[in-house]
């Protein structure tokens, strides 16, 4: 196993993950970008949110204005039913700065056999795919050299039992031409003949 510097807990994952005379061609994690094209959300979660904390603030006087008699303490319920409207909206609200959060927890990489995507939260969600499996290549670069890979690794089925195309996605990583150049070495190294 080729040595990786653990210098936190997701490199010593994907150490953790090679196996023995596995070599990492190419390695990477996602950038740390906020994708504009997904404040289009805020569209509706802006006026939800909004509508949904004015529906409690009214709400709340009402039950404020309503403290003396027998219903005072089921008067509170009203308001507080406003609850799980502001925290989805907020939560909706959230959508487009999820990328931030979730690229620091994120790493790839392209060994000599098999592409890898460690995911570390709570759990680590580890996703691999061999070389024989990969397909057909889709990169998207921008002007800066960053972008993303999608690579076609089989076909399955959709919930409908219509066959869909699976794939493997890397990005949007900073040098995207490097990561397929490894995938493209990674190919040709799984189809030469073993030796013998």
Known sequence: MEHVPATDALDL???RELHRAERILWQGRPLRRVQLGHFGIWFF?????????AWMTFATAGAQASQEGEFAVVSWVFPLFGVPFVLVGLGLMAIPLWPLYAARRTIFAVTDSRMIRLRLGRTLNSETVAAERVGTINRVEKSDGSGTLK????????????????????????????????????IERASRPAAG
């Open 13 to 15: 994952a994907l150490a």
């Open 45 to 53: 979660a802006v006026p939800w949110t909004a509508f949904a904390a």
């Open 151 to 186: 690579i076609a690794t089989g076909v399955g089925r959709d919930s409908d039992g219509d066959p869909k195309i699976e794939t493997f996605s890397i990005g949007e990583v900073s040098n995207v031409m490097e990561a397929e150049q490894a995938v493209r070495k990674m």
